[in-house]
């Protein structure tokens, strides 16, 4: 087997973009530079073999093989457009080493290319995101201009220190969610029966992810309805932007998520949680409401 197609079973990439690293000597078997044609040994997993800074080498090639997906444009301005992300997409990738899934990031790169970026390509355009499982509406900033824009009304929705103040800010973001009623579920239901909605809680966040930081988040129930006996839908606002948030604050009060795999029980369905409206101001002052 040529190293070119050994290299492919090791890494997400294609034969294409090895070659490209290849042909410029970016490719070492044991301390020695090998080319495209080399053929790799059966004891090769026993040699060192090294590749000079793969990241370098993530240039319009790989891109371009990046997957390609169509996602619906809920609306679309000079600076900015909001899109329905579907369940099972990711925003981004998760490193640079990792292309190979369908992401929200793939779709613009294809569509748009050249987006601003808080960082690095792999971000390009996202000014917020939604889990993987999660479905609904997310903004895209076209333009360094409605990158800023939309940055600080983020800033100052996450600096805003009181519950007040991040009402104020001009960036609302709703969810809808359907729940497994639990029995510390229906007890939490019945304390917030006893007072007016809408409810806040106003609790600290401990997702679980690797090295998460335990932080404070805030999250306004203003709706619920029961679907059946052991089921329960509820509209929320989300007023802090923690890690799992909403997943960790209704599981943590006996309410999982349907479908939640970390937090309640899998489902071949998906994660019962959808970012359903947004209201913001636009870069001409206009508040623009947004539903899906």
């Known amino acids: 087997m040529r190293i070119d197609a ?6 997400p990439y294609s034969r294409a973009f090895f070659q490209h690293i290849l042909e410029r000597g970016g490719v ?3 301390g020695k530079v090998v080319k495209k044609s080399y053929q790799v040994a059966d004891d090769l997993q026993k040699s060192q073999v090294e590749i000079d800074n ?3 080498y993530l240039s319009p090639i790989i891109l371009e093989e990046a997957p390609k997906i169509d996602l619906p444009v809920v609306l679309e301005k000079e600076d900015f457009l909001v899109i329905n992300k579907p369940k099972w997409v990711l925003s981004h990738p998760n490193s640079v080493w990792d292309v190979s899934q369908p ?3 793939w779709f613009l790169y294809h569509r748009y290319k050249g987006l601003p970026s808080y960082g690095n390509f792999i971000r390009a355009g996202l000014v917020h995101r939604l889990d993987k499982d999660t479905d609904g509406l997310m903004i895209i900033a076209k333009t360094e201009r409605g990158l800023a824009h939309f940055k600080q009304l ?3 929705k996450s600096e805003s220190e009181t519950l007040e103040q991040k009402m104020q800010v001009k960036l609302q973001k709703f969810y809808r969610v359907k729940c497994e009623i639990l029995p510390a579920g229906k007890r939490f239901l019945e304390e917030v029966k006893k007072s007016w909605l809408p409810f806040v809680i106003d609790e600290i966040v401990r997702a679980k992810v690797p090295n998460a930081v335990a932080k404070r988040g805030i999250t306004m129930i203003e709706s619920f309805a029961f679907l059946d006996e052991t089921t329960l839908e509820v509209f929320l606002q989300l007023l802090t932007g923690r890690t799992h948030q909403i997943r960790y604050h209704l599981s943590h009060h006996g309410l999982p998520i349907i479908g939640d795999y970390l937090y309640g029980k899998p489902s071949s369905k998906g994660m019962q949680l959808t970012a359903w409206k947004l209201v ?3 870069l001409d002052g206009k508040e623009i409401t947004l539903t899906c």
């Open 54 to 56: 793969l990241e370098r």
């Open 6 to 11: 050994w290299l492919t079973q090791q890494y």
């Open 154 to 156: 983020f800033s100052e």
């Open 280 to 282: 913001f101001e636009d």
């Open 28 to 30: 070492k078997v044991d």
């Open 103 to 105: 992401s929200v990031v």
